[in-house]
Structures are given as structure tokens and as C-alpha cells.
């Protein structure tokens, strides 16, 4: 399943609202997870099953969607927030990621 | 602490071999699947294998039959064993625990990763 994340990169200021999206090559229901990387460490589980924060991650951070379109929301973008954020569909083996969204701070 | 730790890479020339290890800690390994995801350099991240808890496995297309990922519950350790390495199999791979949250199937945790670089 081809997963499409957009945009590729982005630069926003602290405070800012952040949207990025998602869209998988079919209908995988909710079963779409999100994950945060900073440069040279390993990727961490922010959002499981489209809409559900995983435990330790701050509220500012949402998901939502279904079928084949999904966003990852980012409330109030803190400096603490740049990274890669890449998505990930687990409705199909092989469980494939997006290409990633790289969010710098302005 | 739940923790996956991966070791086994470093440098090695095309059309060569490279077996990784991933030792597990703070839960019961047995009872969970372990996969394999790589990201090569300034690249996005490539699931390519999967052990199930009943040894079941899976892989991409892109190492299928080049790769074989096996486990050891006694050890609590996953192996990748790699062969007719390629160039574009440079990459830093990660272990991580397939685990389920709610009902959704999940990577948590991830290890900190291990460089192959595959180079004459």
C-alpha cells in the first residue's frame, strides 16, 4: 500500500498551527500510525490508529482521518517539535511508511 | 524499560555477507512479533521483515531472498542475516517491537539503530 505524505518539508514559527497530511493508495481504515525522528535517533511512536496519542506525548499533538486521508495536527508548534514526522499504515504487510515530512523552526 | 538494542554492522563489499543481532529487554519476547525497518542515507524509512511470535516470516520485495530474519526466544534475540549484499543496501537498520496498541499494530519501541555500509 503506497502511502503519500505531504508537504515534503515545511518551516513554521513557535506557536504556529501545523498540518500534515497523509493519504494511503487504498482504504485502510484507521490503522495508520505516526512517527517523529530527529536526526541520528531512532524514530518515536506519537499517534496509533489515526487518532489515539500515545502515553507520554503532549496533548498539542492529534491525529484524525479515515479510509484514506489523514492528518497529523501539531496545536501550538514548540522548539522542541522539529524533526521528521513519517507515516505509517499497519492494515497490510509490508507495513509501509510515507516518504516523511521534514519540519524545521523559523 | 522495555529496550531493543541492535549490533552486527559495519562495512562490508559488495556481494558480501552481515548477520545483525537485536537483543530484547524488559518483556516477555516471546510473545511479540520483531521486525526489521532500514533508512538509507538522507532517506525515508523501509520496513523490509517481520518474524511473527509462531516464526512466521515476512519481507519486502527488495531483500526477499537475499535476507532471512530469524529469532532465538532462549536469547531473547532477532537476527537479519544478509547476503549478496548491494550498494543500495547501505543503510542504518533498526530492530523494533511489534507491539499492539488498542487494537492497532505498532513499532514501540525502536533501537538505536546500526550502520552497513556496503562498499568495494
Known amino acids: 500500500i503506497q502511502m503519500t505524505q505531504s508537504p515534503s518539508s515545511l518551516s513554521a514559527s513557535v506557536g504556529d498551527r501545523v498540518t500534515i497530511t497523509c493519504r494511503a493508495g487504498q482504504r485502510i481504515s484507521t490503522y495508520l500510525n505516526w512517527y517523529q525522528q530527529k536526526s541520528g535517533t531512532a524514530p518515536k511512536l506519537l499517534i496509533f490508529g489515526s487518532s489515539n496519542v500515545q502515553t507520554g506525548v503532549p496533548s498539542r499533538f492529534s491525529g484524525s482521518g479515515s479510509g484514506t486521508d489523514f492528518t497529523l495536527t501539531i496545536s501550538s508548534l514548540q522548539p522542541e517539535d522539529f524533526g521528521t514526522y513519517y507515516c505509517q499504515q499497519s492494515y497490510s504487510s509490508p507495513y509501509t511508511f510515507g516518504q516523511g515530512t521534514k519540519l524545521e523552526i523559523k | 524499560d522495555v529496550q531493543v538494542a541492535e549490533s552486527g554492522g559495519g562495512i562490508v563489499q559488495p556481494g558480501g555477507s552481515l548477520r545483525l543481532s537485536c537483543v530484547a529487554s524488559?518483556?516477555?519476547?516471546?510473545?511479540?512479533?520483531m521486525h526489521w525497518v532500514r533508512q538509507a542515507p538522507g532517506e525515508a524509512l523501509m520496513w523490509i521483515s517481520r518474524v511473527n511470535n509462531d516464526g512466521t516470516t515476512t519481507y519486502a520485495d527488495s531483500v526477499k531472498g537475499r535476507f532471512t530474519i530469524s529469532r532465538d526466544d532462549a536469547k531473547n534475540t532477532v537476527y537479519l542475516q544478509m547476503n549478496s549484499l548491494r550498494d543500495d543496501d547501505t543503510a542504518t537498520y533498526y530492530c523494533a517491537r511489534g507491539a499492539t496498541a488498542g487494537t492497532w499494530p505498532v513499532l514501540d519501541p525502536w533501537g538505536p539503530g546500526t550502520l552497513v555500509t556496503v562498499s568495494s
Open positions: 524488559g518483556f516477555t519476547f516471546s510473545e511479540y512479533w
